[in-house]
Nanobody, 129 residues
């Protein structure tokens, strides 16, 4: 059974940093696309950063140059280093994974949330001004 578990969320003041982690278990994929998404109440889940097993990463404009995604494919571990946090970054953050024959098939930030096969339960990030 595929399982993803996020950790590292919390409360921080604007300008601060947090590091989220996602540990995957129950699967061994030849290739994978992984992503961090976030959601605020009443709004749709949005992909903010992606990493593929071929080494590529991509970011939404809202987090580019502030967040860094990293994937340890061998360990099924995904991380998100979040710097220069803003109040508008406040959201529930989720990691997600999709199996592919090769990482080159990952569409990066252009892939909509519904393309991902498995999700974690989420971790809350709150940024105060």
């Amino acid at each position: 059974q595929v399982r993803l578990e996020e950790s590292g969320g919390g409360s921080v003041k604007a300008g601060g940093s947090l590091r989220l982690s996602c540990e995957g278990s129950g699967y061994t994929y030849i290739g994978s696309c992984m992503a961090w998404l976030r959601q605020t109440p009443g709004k749709k889940r949005v992909v903010i950063a992606t990493a593929s097993s071929d080494g590529r990463t991509s970011y939404a404009d809202s987090v580019k140059d502030r967040f860094i995604i990293s994937l340890d494919d061998a360990k099924n571990t995904l991380a998100l280093q979040m710097n220069s946090l803003k109040p508008e970054d406040t959201a529930m953050y989720y990691c997600a994974v999709k199996a592919v024959p090769d990482g080159k098939y990952c569409r990066g930030i252009n892939a909509p949330p519904e393309e991902y096969d498995h999700w974690g339960q989420g971790t809350q990030v709150t940024v105060s001004s």
